[in-house]
């Protein structure tokens, strides 16, 4: 079946199984290789997208569920210049495999919108539902508090 | 050789990531995200059971399925049938008996991934199921089922007699010691593209640790000589040891010949789970004799592996448990025996701290337990112990290096430690089981655990280890550019950016591009045992050096105007096997360090929070502070998962939780603070002075959280990962009988 969706701005179509995942459509159909297939399971976060501006495991949306709407990934961030986050997770060594990294630079994104100033804790729920196998998460925190701050105070 | 000054990124900064901003942008290429014009998807049938004989295939329906190109089986191998890092034993896909759960059975390539596992369904595999030994120990009985028809299913054994191993003891403590099976769980899957070439050979891009020696094993198999099977890397979303081994390699490289199109192979989750090696489970016998003063006298260990149904790495493993099985310390008398045993569990191999780790929990349980019955504190204990240069190990190895072992118990002892807050003023994410804490933290007991440990860096007994870089100099529009080439495998470790940091630093330029790793370089060795820095770094210091001599003649950077080129290969010394008594120089050299863990326990419920974790690492030079620092909190990260919830559960040979939702690892919830403490005192004969990193934290941090959780608990812990049901007491603690043999 063809899916009719806003990707990054862009209508784009695809032909897709019907049970196919939203993941799936991205990667396969639409070349876009950012959001990660870790688990394909909801487990690992590592295919995190916006759906209508909605965080979602990409690999749980059936790709049909995502006909005419609007779905954002890692590839809209930094196109042009680099995030804050994504400055951040470099600067911090939040970086290892990277395998994680476009899931929590989406997922982090996401939780900086809503909450600029998180707690330690609120970012250690927030975040749970990522996981990463190489860092141990330390320098993941350190980023966001790094990220948290520039978004704040730009100048620092 | 001239001064180099202002140049910035040289070894000792925390320069960034090389690939930091194609990974945080979703741009970087990893294998899985692989695609070619007309590819093909390749699927892979396994065998549902442990042991069994095949007694026919039919594949004709799948054969007519939608969308099939190609169904493969055994006989659709062209050239040798099985393959196998130290032993080729394992068959690329299995004819006449299967021997566990999982293994490669029959191959198809289709269209697309859903149309090849619809034809999966439609193969029919008639089986005879055979008896299965699924228990190391019942594997060493005359009467289990003998998996690969020799006179037992011993892969190795040895022992090491060093000094008397009869002599008396003051106080004797004695345990058995139990580690799990534990999964490497790379975030990235088992993935690759093939692509045949028109000179009828193959190119395969891969996530691998080692190109060359998966060529080594792939090419026999497709019946091509080696310069005809091609290996690029694909971009490893990290590995662990879980990529030493093949996995799809040669299955994609058979599709994509026989279709002649490029076939693309990623393993799902669950399958990631049979498709690579494991961490061996261990059961552990030791018994410590001491003076009543605290010395050591003799230690006794008997070190079973299970080794699952094919060779692997199981030897060095074993190996190296047996090897480190009495500690970092100094000991006059000994006698460590280790055996690794096939079974018709799943195939292990090499896993981050390769047999180092299971060692470390057992002997550290035991130095706690002979603290106990001497009176004395365990650091005290371990402090006169301590092993240090000019050590004779019971291999009869000196120990030449740096080996600062009093010292960093020492730094790890004195770290801060977090205040103990009082349950009812936290947030209730701060209690053992977190949100999921059903009482209001009555029944909270704090602990402190300490653990000390060491490990080998890079291949041992013998092992002819080598790594090739190719460096060139040359001068563009925006000024000097050093190219540098090597088959060395970044696996998120960060090799990459220390390569360009090591060039910096040798030739004082500030521009170095890195070229892909493939095969028409020579081999640069695995990116395992924490080698990488040593070996590699070792060989661009080399070529680097090399063009700098041309460099200096032609009067310097300002003057260079033709390329300068080089090529060298670096060795590490050459090291000895083990003789029938275990003696000999089986290591090039090693690493220590020491870890304490606070851990927090509901005493009812059996739930744990770890409150800290703290780790202090002999790291020789730190050439890259920051990614030192990101290694040993990583590899803690790893080892708190082996203490408390990472076990692969196996019942008659099958998996019982092949998913991230059954088979958990540490998430940022789980993991508490690391406080890490560095030191550095640079190893001799090595480039920098810099001994690898990656592994030490991983060694000592599941012992030092069993021995919180002893504190905490006052219980006997033998078994990692610990359950609620051992921290509640409803799990008895194993008790010490003979080990078997004796
Ligand atoms: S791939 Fe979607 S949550 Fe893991
Ligand atoms: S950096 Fe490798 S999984 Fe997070």
Redesign the interface.
């Known amino acids: 079946m063809v899916v009719r969706t806003r990707v990054n701005g862009e209508w784009r179509e695809a032909d897709v ?1 019907p ?2 995942s939203l993941l799936t459509m991205l ?2 159909s639409l ?1 876009l ?9 909801g ?2 976060g ?1 295919c995190s997208v916006w759906l209508d501006g909605k965080l979602v495991c990409s690999c749980l949306v059936l790709a049909p569920q995502a006909h005419e709407r609007e779905v954002r ?3 809209s ?3 042009a210049a ?1 995030n804050p ?2 400055e951040a ?3 911090a ?1 939040a ?8 899931g929590f ?1 989406v997922a982090v994104t996401d939780l900086l919108q809503r909450d600029p100033a998180p707690n330690e ?1 609120s ?3 927030a ?2 539902g ?12 350190d980023a966001v508090a790094l990220a948290a701050r520039r978004i704040r105070e730009p100048s620092t | 050789m001239s001064v180099r000054i202002g140049i910035r990124g040289g070894i000792g900064e925390s320069v960034r990531r090389v690939d930091g901003e194609p990974k945080v942008k979703g741009d970087f290429e990893y294998a899985s995200d692989l695609s070619r014009e007309g590819m093909l998807w390749g699927a892979t049938l396994r065998s549902p059971h442990p042991h069994a004989r095949i007694r026919s295939i039919d594949i004709q329906a799948a054969v007519s399925s939608p969308g099939v190109l190609a169904v493969l089986l055994a006989g659709d191998v062209p050239g040798k049938k099985t393959h196998g890092l130290d032993e080729a034993d394992q068959p690329v896909l299995a004819w006449d008996v299967v021997r566990y759960a999982g293994e490669p059975v029959a191959l198809v390539a289709a269209e697309d991934l859903e149309l090849a596992r619809e034809a999966l369904k439609k193969i029919v595999v008639d089986y005879e199921v055979l008896p299965a030994v699924t228990d190391m120990e019942a594997a060493l009985s005359p009467d289990a089922p003998r998996l690969h028809g020799k006179a037992n299913n011993i892969i190795r054994s040895l022992r090491i007699l060093h000094g008397n191993p009869d002599a008396k003891a003051d106080v004797w403590v004695e345990g058995i010691y139990e580690t799990g099976m534990q999964d490497q769980a790379p975030l990235g899957p088992e993935a690759g593209l093939a692509v045949p070439a028109a000179d009828g050979g193959v190119d395969l891009y891969v996530a691998t640790q080692w190109l060359h020696v998966d060529q080594d094993q792939i090419a026999p198999c497709l019946d091509l000589p080696r310069e005809k099977v091609r290996l690029h890397l694909g971009g490893v979303g990290g590995a662990f040891g879980a990529r030493e081994d093949l996995s799809m390699h040669i299955h994609a490289c058979l599709l994509a010949l026989r279709t002649k199109r490029p076939v693309k192979i990623v393993y799902g989750r669950q399958e990631s789970f049979y498709g690579h090696v494991h961490r061996h489970p261990m059961r552990i016998w030791m018994r410590h004799g001491a003076n009543r003063d605290g010395k050591l006298v003799n230690v006794q260990a008997y070190l079973l592996s299970d080794g699952g149904a094919y060779t692997s790495t199981s030897g060095p493993v074993i190996g190296n448990a047996t090897s480190f099985a009495a500690g970092p310390y100094e000991v006059p008398n000994a006698r460590l025996e280790g055996t690794a045993v096939f079974t018709n569990n799943l195939p292990c191999g090499a896993m981050r701290g390769f047999g180092a780790v299971q060692a470390t929990f057992a002997y550290e349980a035991q130095m706690d337990e002979l603290a106990r019955a001497l009176e004395m504190d365990p650091l005290e204990l371990r402090s006169r112990n301590a092993l240090h240069t000019g050590t004779v190990m019971p291999t009869g190895q000196l120990v030449s290096g740096a080996a600062p072992v009093r010292e960093l118990i020492d730094r790890v002892a004195v770290l801060p430690v977090p205040p103990d807050e009082p349950a009812p003023d936290r947030d209730p994410m701060l209690l053992p089981g977190g949100a999921g804490h059903v009482g209001h933290g009555e029944s909270l007991k704090r602990g402190i655990g300490f653990a000390v440990g060491y490990k080998n860096i890079g291949y041992s007994e013998g092992f002819d280890d080598s790594s090739q870089a190719w460096v060139r100099l040359s001068r563009d529009r925006d000024g000097p550019l050093a190219r540098v080439k090597t088959a060395a495998v970044d696996v998120g470790q960060g090799l990459d950016t220390i390569v360009t940091q090591i060039v910096r630093t040798e030739l004082g330029v500030e521009r170095v591009a890195l070229e892909q790793p493939d095969t028409r370089i020579g081999s640069a060795g695995s990116s395992s045992a924490s080698r990488q820095t040593m070996m590699t770094g070792g060989a661009v210091q080399l070529a680097c050096r090399a063009v700098r001599e041309e460099l200096d003649r032609q009067g310097g950077l300002e003057r260079l105007n033709r390329p300068i080129e080089a090529s060298r290969t670096y060795h590490h010394r050459v090291t000895g096997k083990l003789d029938e008594n275990g003696q000999g120089d089986p290591h090039v050299t090693f690493a220590f360090a020491a870890a304490r863990a606070v851990v927090e326990v509901d005493t009812e419920l059996g739930l744990v929070r770890v409150v800290q974790l703290a780790v202090a690492q002999d790291v020789g030079r730190a050439l890259n502070p920051q990614s030192v620092y990101g290694q040993i909190e990583g590899g803690s990260a790893q080892g708190l998962g082996l203490a408390l919830m990472e076990e692969i559960e196996l019942t008659d040979g099958k998996v019982r939780n092949a998913s991230f939702t059954d088979y958990l690892i540490p998430t940022i919830l789980d993991m508490p603070p690391v406080v890490s403490e560095l030191i550095e005192e640079p190893e001799p004969g090595v480039p920098f002075g810099a001994k690898g990193v990656g592994e030490f934290s991983t060694v000592v941090v599941p012992a030092a959280v069993a021995a919180a959780l002893r504190q905490a608990t006052g219980r006997a812990i033998h078994r990692i990962p610990v359950k609620p049901d051992d921290l509640a007491g409803l799990r008895p603690a194993l008790a010490y009988r003979k080990p078997p043999g004796s």
């Open positions: 199984w049970g196919a990667r396969d070349g290789f950012g959001s990660k297939n870790a688990c394909e399971q487990e690992c590592s990934t890692v590839e961030l930094g196109a680099m986050v994504q997770f470099i600067e060594g970086v290892q495999c990277g395998f994680c990294t476009p630079i804790i970012v250690r729920e975040l749970s990522n996981l990463c196998r190489c860092t141990g998460y330390q320098k993941i925190l």
